[in-house]
């Protein structure tokens, strides 16, 4: 996944014409940190060694955006029960306009989720926290927006894949029932609108939009299709205000088989602690909807830099809100909200929510996180950023009906960059009945991050990490969990060498004991 994330950048380069190279950049490095881990309740001393390489980069031309940063890191253990091992960590976009108004669009991420909702909270190191797997997800498709007279013409095809591998122990106790775990899916997207905005034909503006999507997950051979369609109406009734309404029909199918069951009547797991599933099961409907749906709201537009959009309305069989809002305050500030409301999986809101990210994002300095973690901020005010972690309460396997909120703020000046997010998330899962142990179960989570980055002289950086999430449900054996942390690091650029030295505290709260610890660390990280 990351190789191809890689591969994607350089072959984007070689397209570009040599005149246009001069705006790309591009900047390997290896990397070597020593780390220190103090549990602040008595617990154990943890002190172990990463080698890490990476790439950032980036291409910016009329035609190509391109954004890659990744890194991989092994770990050293030196003292302490702590495991050896590897991580990847990664984010890459890119948009490439092949013609006039047909682009090409792909992206790609590494990042942890958690694995269990009953399990820890995240953190921000990943080195020392249970309850995390790494995620791969990836999309990639055409996009065209075109015009036919006074019509709009507007497609997408998007292909997607999440993978997520086996995870470490998650801290929930065995005699709890075992919840599946996501292994990967592929995903298939299709949408094509055609209509007229207001005064091209008509007063009002029309449009008739249809979709489909297809998904197929390896656990329980689940299979996913959703087929609809719907017309829209826009009708100004100011110059800054207008109302919105739309009404459609659909069809949406999750189909999947049994786990298997062993001799007391519990699934049987693999060593990777995901169901097993029974060959011999017939296939099962976990969700079959078929109706009309409708919603209407209105539309606030002024200025070019403003925009907000409330809706209202009624689809799944029960009532339904949306809205938007995005304000930019100049080049390098601005403002993205997103509500949202629709039935998916797992791996369609990871890619969904990877495909909506900026193009231009900002590479946060954070040695014991994760870039791509929660919320990734963009590099302009017009697209403030969006947040991934809707999904992470955990990987699974279950489709549901995903409920919830995103927001995102930058601020830019001069060399001082400040970026705020976070969101809300709830998720309705939807399986047979009594079919594995979250039929009928909820959960959801509020996750909140902040960094801030400012020159410290010519050669100095400062930057500062805040986080914060919750996590509940009534998955059985869930308990409520509270997980935070705070980090701050100082780099000192020496020419193509750089030294960071940063210090954090991360703890998490739930029933029992507290848990919290005080972390250090200095490395030196070489770009060629």
Known sequence: MIRGAIVLAVCAAAIVPAAAQRRATLTPYIEVSRVATAELNGGETLTYSQLGAGLDGSIRTRRVQVQVSYQYQHRFTEKGSLQSGDSHNGLAQARITAARGLTLEAGAVATRTRTDARGDALTGNAATARNLSQLYSGYAGPKLDTHAGPLFVQGAYRFGFTKVDDGVATGVASTLPQVDRFDHSTSHAVNASVGAKPGAVLPIGLSVTGGLVRENASQLDQRFASNSGRGDAIAPISRTVALVSGAGYEQITVRQRDPLLGQSGQPVVDGAGRYVT???????????????????????????????????????????????????????????????????????????????????????????????????????????????????????????????????????????????????????????????????????????????????????????????????????????????GANTAYTRRLGRLSLTATAGLYGSMRDGPDQASAQALIGARYGF
């Not at 959009?309 to 390098?332: C, D, H, K, L, P």
């Not at 999904?391 to 703020?409: D, E, I, K, L, Q």
């Open 278 to 484: 029974d060959p011999a099961s017939p296939v099962r409907l976990a969700y079959d909807f078929e109706g009309m749906f409708w919603d209407g709201g209105v539309l606030w537009r002024p200025s070019r830099r403003t925009a907000l959009e409330v809706r209202i309305g009624r689809r799944y069989g029960a009532m339904r809100y949306t809205g938007s809002f995005t304000f930019q305050r100049n080049s390098g500030s601005g403002i993205q909200v997103a509500v949202y409301d629709t039935v998916e999986t797992y791996g369609q809101q990871v890619g969904g929510s990877l495909a909506a990210l900026p193009v231009g994002f900002v590479t946060t300095a954070d040695p014991f996180g994760a870039q791509a973690g929660a919320c990734i901020y963009g590099t302009s005010g017009a697209a403030a950023g969006g947040c991934i972690a809707g999904a992470f309460s955990s990987a699974a396997t279950a489709a549901y009906r995903g409920r919830g909120m995103t927001a995102n703020a930058v601020w830019r000046r001069g060399t001082t960059r400040l970026g705020v997010g976070g969101g809300f998330a709830r998720r309705d899962f939807l399986t047979p009945v009594a079919a594995t142990a979250t039929g009928g179960s909820w959960d959801e989570s509020f996750y909140a991050q902040a960094f801030a980055a400012l020159a410290a002289g010519r050669d100095g950086t400062i930057g500062l990490n805040l986080l914060a999430s919750y996590y509940d449900g009534d998955i059985p054996g869930s308990t409520a969990v509270f997980g935070w």
